[in-house]
T-cell receptor
Framework: DGGITQSPKYLFRKEGQNVTLSCEQN?????MYWYRQDPGQGLRLIYY???????QKGDIAEGYSVSREKKESFPLTVTSAQKNPTAFYLC????????????FGPGTRLTVL | KQEVTQIPAALSVPEGENLVLNCSFT??????LQWFRQDPGKGLTSLLL?????REQTSGRLNASLDKSSGRSTLYIAASQPGDSATYLC?????????????FGAGTQVVVTP
């Protein structure tokens, strides 16, 4: 089955720790995205990548980092510099060229202890 | 900056009634508009995508319309069922963003009562 997988489903972080969220897709999509969702709010874009070895900051990139070494993988690291990381994180992908339908993974819920 | 608004934030209807969900946007220079469904604690499921050149898009009981001049899109769900209970989000992409950035509304939470 083609789709997007995210792991883990739940993640707990202590103060001062960096944690990495995994996102993998087998849809052969060039573009991948990371969003953050807070209760009662729409999704906000953290980072996006249109092609391997290239990525751009979104609206709320501070305190986050990403890499895109493989087409199918786009991991997100939440660093200790992110002051309020507790949220639901969603990964998405789409075909290249932009403005195409985005498909989403099941999400990772991150909680800071 | 594009602002996307969904009103109301929550809606409850009896089973069988038609659902009408609204999405407003401030900048008419959209490339497309996408409707999603989100179940509690889950990711987003794409329902319909309307290109800016289209007026509407249909899939089964779902119909989405787009009126760029008035800055509105509407999602109609015919003959609602309890399984339609979820949060529905709309998102717009802009012609000024070649890489497909989506601007999301906060969503409308729908409850369909048996």
């Amino acid at each position: 089955d083609g789709g997007i997988t995210q792991s883990p489903k739940y993640l707990f972080r202590k103060e001062g720790q960096n944690v990495t969220l995994s996102c993998e897709q087998n849809l052969n999509h060039d573009a991948m995205y990371w969003y953050r969702q807070d209760p009662g709010q729409g999704l906000r874009l953290i980072y996006y990548s249109q092609i391997v070895n290239d990525f751009q900051k979104g609206d709320i990139a501070e305190g986050y980092s990403v890499s895109r070494e493989k087409k199918e993988s786009f991991p997100l690291t939440v660093t200790s510099a992110q002051k309020n990381p507790t949220a639901f994180y969603l990964c998405a992908s789409s075909t290249s060229g932009g403005n195409n339908e985005q498909f989403f993974g099941p999400g990772t819920r991150l909680t800071v202890l | 900056k594009q602002e996307v608004t969904q009103i109301p934030a929550a809606l409850s209807v009896p089973e069988g009634e038609n659902l009408v969900l609204n999405c407003s946007f401030t900048d008419s220079a959209i490339y497309n508009l996408q409707w999603f469904r989100q179940d509690p604690g889950k990711g987003l499921t794409s329902l319909l995508l309307i290109q800016s050149s289209q007026r509407e898009q249909t899939s089964g009981r779902l119909n989405a319309s787009l009126d760029k001049s008035s800055g509105r899109s509407t999602l109609y769900i015919a003959a609602s069922q309890p399984g339609d209970s979820a949060t529905y989000l709309c998102a717009a992409s802009m012609t000024t963003d070649s890489w497909g950035k989506l601007q999301f509304g906060a969503g409308t939470q729908v409850v369909v009562t048996p």
